[in-house]
């Protein structure tokens, strides 16, 4: 009886530790799962990231570090696996040191080169002219209602490059159209009681197009008028 008794808790022994291995080794697999998609999942966000800057047309200068070694890695790894799959938890290299903290450092540094890649973008978007002549003629009465839009829409271009939108393409055709409006206002500002030389040559000198030739007696004269010439500056191309 008492050798039934103990044989018994032998067996139960025996089946507690198997199970409490197994508990080990499976929570070294959910660990190793956590590590894996975690990186995948950074990765896929910078690569479709990527893709949408290149659809856009977005210039973006970046090259992840030593990439084919990590693939490299990641065939050995599954190799590995495939023959054993603990090796899950005996793999030929340090798992999180040498690979998945390496992939996430690499999407992280890709996100961060596609933030200044978009903000570089929306920089070159906005590069509406010098802000200092808009400021000079919101001082006309006639002008300040198109100075007023004119500047709004700018605000709002500028803002985009805040931070990089999930929505690369609709923010994108946002953005066209409010350059397409800031060219619209630009076209539109004029005023009945000024002259046709000086709203041509205030248009554009702030988009930085004014030629010397454009720069009559009659346009000097309604600048002074106005004291707005220091608000004029000529450059060489």
């Known amino acids: 009886m008492l050798l039934d008794r103990a044989s ?32 995948s999942h950074l990765l896929g966000r910078l690569r479709a990231t990527l893709t949408a800057l290149a659809n ?10 030593d990439a084919q070694g990590y693939a490299n890695k ?3 790894l599954r190799e590995a696996i495939k023959e054993d799959p603990a090796k899950i938890n005996d793999p030929p290299f340090d798992i999180k040191h040498d690979f998945t903290d390496r992939l996430n450092g690499i999407a992280s540094a890709g996100h961060k080169a596609a933030s200044t890649a978009w903000k570089a973008y929306v920089e070159k978007r906005a590069a509406f002219g010098a802000d200092d002549v808009l400021s000079a003629l919101g001082q006309v009465p006639q002008f300040r209602a198109s100075v007023s839009k004119i500047q709004q829409i700018r605000g709002e271009v500028a803002a985009f490059g805040a931070s990089l939108p999930a929505d690369l ?3 994108i055709a946002r953005l066209d159209a409010l350059v ?14 000024i002259p046709s030389s000086v709203v041509a040559f205030i248009r554009a000198a702030a988009s930085s197009d004014a030629l010397l030739s454009a720069y ?22």
């Open 56 to 65: 856009a047309g977005v210039a973006i200068d970046f090259e992840p570090s």
């Open 169 to 171: 393409e609709t923010a």
């Open 216 to 237: 009559t007696s009659e346009v000097q004269a309604w600048l002074e008028r106005r004291n707005l010439l220091g608000a004029f500056r000529i450059k060489l191309r």
């Open 74 to 76: 990641a065939r050995v």
């Open 8 to 39: 018994n808790l032998a067996i139960k022994i025996n089946t507690y530790q198997k199970l409490k291995n197994g508990a080990a080794e499976i929570e070294q697999f959910s660990t190793r799962a956590r590590q894996f998609e975690s990186a």
């Open 180 to 193: 397409s409006q800031h060219e619209a206002a630009w076209k539109a500002l004029a005023a009945s009681d």
